[in-house]
T-cell receptor
Framework: GAGVSQSPSNKVTEKGKDVELRCDPI?????LYWYRQSLGQGLEFLIY????????KSGLPSDRFSAERTGGSVSTLTIQRTQQEDSAVYLC?????????????FGEGSWLTVV | QKEVEQDPGPLSVPEGAIVSLNCTYSNSAFQYFMWYRQYSRKGPELLMY????GNKEDGRFTAQVDKSSKYISLFIRDSQPSDSATYLCAMRKTSYDKVIFGPGTSLSVIP
């Protein structure tokens, strides 16, 4: 596709359930980022992939959060046993390896509501 | 103290005004500085990028970086209602590091 694609765009889930959020980066982009944005808040870094490896996952808030990336392309962010404080927009972004500059391209986010 | 601080606003200005948006940061290792614009229910999009200290101009937008003061600014000239959005400053230490964002400033330009 032309841009970063995220699914689902909206998800309402019950507290305690697991959710999976998917990110399909721009074709050829080797770097992939996950951020979280709570209402009225800035972007909170979660994890960064270079290819299939995650050199920086320092932002994952707890062991309920995990992410993987396969084939250097699609990434999945999994939240286990969701809590109400997990309600936020989860944004994925990608960047090409050849761009030593700074343009990271964001998707439109997955809006998660835990009830 | 957060690594990147930004006044959240909201900031409301009349059409045609000059807008000044600012961020301060604490880590002197940051070298790459960016401004992103985010419209409601959309992902952020890159507006301006600056490496190290200095100024950069692009149309109605000017970005300034003062590393000695750990202070960056974005100026918008002749502001338009279409500029109404949240503006996020962002920075990173190296080309391949994670990007750290400020909390964003909400701007409304009133016709």
């Amino acid at each position: 596709g032309a841009g970063v694609s995220q699914s689902p765009s909206n998800k309402v889930t019950e507290k305690g359930k697991d959710v999976e959020l998917r990110c399909d980066p721009i074709s050829g982009h080797t770097a992939l980022y996950w951020y979280r944005q709570s209402l009225g808040q800035g972007l909170e870094f979660l994890i960064y992939f270079q290819g299939n490896s995650a050199p920086d996952k320092s932002g994952l808030p707890s062991d309920r959060f995990s992410a993987e990336r396969t084939g250097g392309s699609v990434s999945t962010l999994t939240i286990q046993r969701t809590q109400q404080e997990d309600s936020a927009v989860y944004l994925c972004a990608s960047r090409p390896m050849t761009d030593s500059g700074n343009t990271i391209y964001f998707g439109e986010g997955s809006w998660l509501t835990v009830v | 103290q957060k690594e990147v601080e930004q006044d959240p606003g909201p900031l409301s200005v009349p059409e045609g005004a000059i807008v000044s948006l600012n961020c301060t940061y604490s880590n002197s290792a940051f070298q790459y500085f960016m401004w992103y614009r985010q419209y409601s229910r959309k992902g952020p999009e890159l507006l301006m990028y600056t490496y190290s200290s200095g100024n950069k101009e692009d149309g109605r937008f000017t970005a300034q970086v003062d590393k000695s003061s750990k202070y960056i600014s974005l100026f918008i000239r002749d502001s338009q209602p279409s500029d109404s959005a949240t503006y996020l400053c962002a920075m990173r230490k190296t080309s391949y590091d994670k990007v750290i964002f400020g909390p964003g400033t909400s701007l409304s330009v009133i016709p």
